[in-house]
């Protein structure tokens, strides 16, 4: 499942629900886990799960911003950026 955020993304902005996407009727049963690589080891100050599947930001997301998010990351500037 892949969720785009676009630039200049707010504090407390709904990225998506897992549990829409997935159909799932209840997610009380499923656990969830962000992988990450060395590269991006900070999600979850960016990120997180509530507990009906929706996820939300956590700080103002700025792509443009290589001090922040983008970094570590060299494919921000990207449509899609995919972190391996």
Same mark, same amino acid.
């Given at each position: 499942?892949?969720? @785009? ?6 504090? +407390? !902005?709904?990225? +998506?629900?897992?549990?829409? @996407? ?12 962000? &992988?990450?690589?060395? =590269? ?7 990120? =997180?799960? *509530? !507990?009906? +599947? ?11 911003? *290589?001090?922040? &998010?983008? +970094? ?10 995919? &972190?391996?």
């Amino acid at each position: 499942m892949i969720y @785009n955020l676009a630039d200049e993304t707010p504090t +407390g !902005s709904l990225i +998506g629900n897992i549990a829409e @996407n997935l159909s799932f009727n209840s997610i009380r049963n499923y656990t969830y886990l962000f &992988i990450t690589s060395m =590269k991006f080891q900070y999600i979850n100050d960016y990120i =997180k799960i *509530t !507990s009906n +599947g929706d996820i939300i930001t956590l700080r103002h997301i700025d792509r443009d911003n *290589t001090n922040d &998010i983008c +970094g570590p990351l060299n494919c921000c500037p990207l449509l899609v950026c995919q &972190i391996e």
